[in-house]
């Protein structure tokens, strides 16, 4: 068992983690990451972009996030269905509080823990996952150094 002060500075890390990995997005308005952690491992990570073989452009001419961009949530879910894994009790890190169908990917997931480090202006996703008695934690990495 973790003690909460230890838990606390693993999670503050794994954050950090998803910060960088956000970079990896082409996105121009919001670059957001995640990852999956089960038993004190990584086993799946993801930013929100274009699916595979689409173009790596988010917005449209008008600075409009276009429809089929994924979010980094759901592109970190839907690769652990293509691998050996699975999130059955895991924790998720997202750089931003997840939407509302993202959290329902999360809980049809397993996920059993959902830490993020931004609110968004909509809460019906945090509202969601929390009905579903799903842990969801906000910590602010730039408070919490």
Same mark, same amino acid.
């Given at each position: 068992?973790?003690?909460?002060?230890?838990?606390?500075?693993?999670?503050?890390?794994?954050l950090?983690?998803?910060?960088?990995?956000?970079?990896?997005?082409?996105?121009?308005?919001?670059?957001?990451?995640?990852?999956?952690?089960?038993?004190?491992? #990584? +086993?799946?990570? =993801?930013?929100?972009?274009?699916?595979? /073989?689409?173009?790596?452009?988010c917005? $449209?001419?008008?600075?409009?996030?276009?429809?089929?961009?994924?979010?980094?949530?759901?592109?970190?879910?839907?690769?652990?269905?293509?691998?050996?894994?699975?999130?059955?009790?895991?924790?998720?890190?997202i750089?931003?509080?997840?939407?509302?169908?993202?959290?329902?990917? #999360? +809980?049809?997931? =397993?996920?059993?823990?959902?830490?993020? /480090?931004?609110?968004?202006?909509?809460? $019906?996703?945090?509202?969601?996952?929390?009905?579903?008695?799903?842990?969801?934690?906000?910590?602010?990495?730039?408070?919490?150094?």
């Open positions: 068992m973790v003690s909460k002060e230890k838990q606390r500075k693993l999670d503050l890390r794994y950090k983690m998803a910060r960088i990995w956000a970079q990896n997005s082409y996105c121009q308005r919001r670059q957001v990451g995640a990852l999956v952690v089960k038993d004190g491992m #990584i +086993i799946s990570d =993801g930013y929100n972009g274009t699916p595979s /073989g689409f173009e790596n452009i917005e $449209d001419e008008n600075n409009v996030t276009k429809p089929y961009v994924l979010h980094a949530e759901a592109n970190a879910i839907t690769k652990l269905a293509r691998s050996n894994n699975n999130s059955e009790g895991a924790t998720i890190y750089t931003a509080s997840p939407c509302i169908e993202c959290a329902k990917l #999360i +809980i049809q997931a =397993g996920i059993k823990r959902v830490v993020y /480090g931004e609110q968004y202006r909509l809460t $019906d996703g945090v509202d969601l996952l929390k009905r579903a008695g799903i842990e969801t934690i906000y910590i602010n990495p730039d408070e919490d150094e």
